[in-house]
């Protein structure tokens, strides 16, 4: 690749910056943040190895349609469990089925009005962005709602008492909450340009393409990331007012700790409390 200077340089200077990198951000978190260093440090070890993986998937998926499929199938799924893992308090079809539905009519419309050539790699490539950029907005909007729910409980019942269906009440603390997942794709798009020269198009441009033609790109994945998450969230919000498929909270560790250590309740137990 030192040949073909539109491409950054992936020579040994590049692995030294990486090994570099890794170990100054596994410090900074560290130490001011306290993140394991050894979280910073498997995420960077297990990037590269799923990105050499998916390189070579994607070298041979490429070639059918039908490989192509089960190719995007396992990647939901991925998206789905982490979601699931992350948000801690939805069955999983909850987070599927919003995702679900942000992606598959975007996806639709792309193909239905040209945009999105109908070949493999042009699949992998939109498809992988907006699961990605889905999922994000998923788990951001499902643990803020959890959380919210938890503290405010009391303006939900009185609301109810105030003659609210159940529905409606819980609408009044999720949806401006939930919003705030729409916020850095917001801020992105505003700031595109000026702040920021997102990856796909930088990408292009490394890659060969026009700046004009990279701009068009990129305003495409921005607009329709926007519109995927959107819908995606507010599924999510719905489902989540309307107690669909929502189930109690894991207990901590600390809590899980707390119980077994406490001594077991019995008749005696109870005698001395009543001493």
Same mark, same amino acid.
């Given at each position: ?65 039908? +490989?192509? /499929? ?10 789905? *469990?982490?979601? %699931? !893992?992350?948000? $801690? #308090? @939805? ?80 609408? +009044?603390? /999720? ?10 794709? *917001?801020?992105? %798009? !505003?700031?595109? $340009? #000026? @702040? ?80």
């Amino acid at each position: 690749m030192d040949g073909n200077h539109s491409l950054l340089n992936t020579g040994t200077g590049m692995w030294i910056m990486l090994a570099l990198l890794a170990a100054a951000t596994a410090v900074v978190a560290s130490r001011f943040l306290m993140l394991p260093a050894r979280a910073i440090l498997l995420a960077v070890v297990r990037a590269l190895a799923q990105m050499i993986l998916v390189a070579l998937l994607i070298s041979q998926v490429s070639r059918s349609a039908a +490989l192509t /499929a089960e190719f995007l199938v396992p990647m939901f799924a991925i998206a789905t *469990l982490t979601s %699931t !893992r992350r948000i $801690g #308090t @939805l069955s999983w079809w909850v987070p599927a089925a919003a995702m679900a539905g942000g992606v598959l009519p975007v996806l639709a419309l792309m193909i239905a009005f040209g945009v999105l050539p109908f070949s493999p790699l042009a699949m992998i490539a939109i498809a992988g962005q907006l699961f990605g950029g889905a999922m994000s907005a998923v788990n951001l909007a499902g643990r803020r709602l959890h959380q919210e729910m938890e503290r405010r409980t009391g303006e939900v019942e009185a609301a109810l008492a105030l003659g609210f269906r159940m529905r409606d009440a819980r609408s +009044l603390v /999720a949806r401006p909450v939930a919003a705030e997942a729409l916020l850095p794709g *917001l801020d992105q %798009t !505003r700031a595109v $340009g #000026t @702040l920021t020269l997102p990856g796909a198009f930088v990408g292009l441009v490394l890659g060969g393409a026009s700046p004009l033609e990279a701009g068009l790109v990129q305003l495409i994945v921005l607009v329709n990331l926007m519109a995927v998450q959107a819908v995606a969230v507010s599924l999510l919000a719905e489902l989540i007012d309307r107690r669909v498929g929502v189930r109690a909270a894991p207990a901590s560790r600390a809590a899980r700790s707390a119980r077994r250590s406490a001594p077991p309740a019995g008749p005696r137990a109870a005698r001395n409390s009543a001493r």
